[in-house]
C-alpha cells in the first residue's frame, strides 16, 4: 500500500467519524426533545390525577350521598309509624 493510499484510507476513516459524531449528537438531540415532551405529559397527567382523587372525595361524602337520595332517588326518613319492628 503506497502512502497516498494510505492517507486516503485514513481520510476516510476521519470523515466516517465525523459523521458518525454528528449523527449520534443529532440521535441524542432527538431523544433529549422526546424526553421532555414525555415528561411534560406525564406532569400533565399527575394533575389530572390530583384533580380525579378530589372530585372522588368529593363524590363520597355523607352529605352528598344524602341529597341524591333525596333528589334523585326521592327517598326520605320513615316516620314512625312506617317503622316495623321485627323480632326473631
Known amino acids: 500500500m503506497s502512502l497516498r493510499g494510505a492517507i486516503a ?3 476516510m476513516l476521519l470523515l466516517l467519524s465525523a459523521i458518525s459524531l454528528v449523527w449520534t449528537r443529532h440521535e441524542g438531540r432527538v431523544l ?13 397527567l399527575n394533575v389530572d390525577w390530583g384533580r380525579l382523587q378530589l372530585e372522588q372525595s368529593a363524590g363520597a361524602t355523607k352529605g352528598r350521598i344524602e341529597r341524591l337520595a333525596r333528589d334523585e332517588l326521592e327517598m326520605r326518613r320513615p316516620v314512625d309509624v312506617e317503622v316495623v319492628l321485627v323480632e326473631p
Do not use: C, N, P, T
Open 32 to 44: 433529549f426533545v422526546e424526553l421532555q415532551a414525555l415528561e411534560a405529559e406525564r406532569d400533565e
Open 9 to 11: 484510507v485514513v481520510v
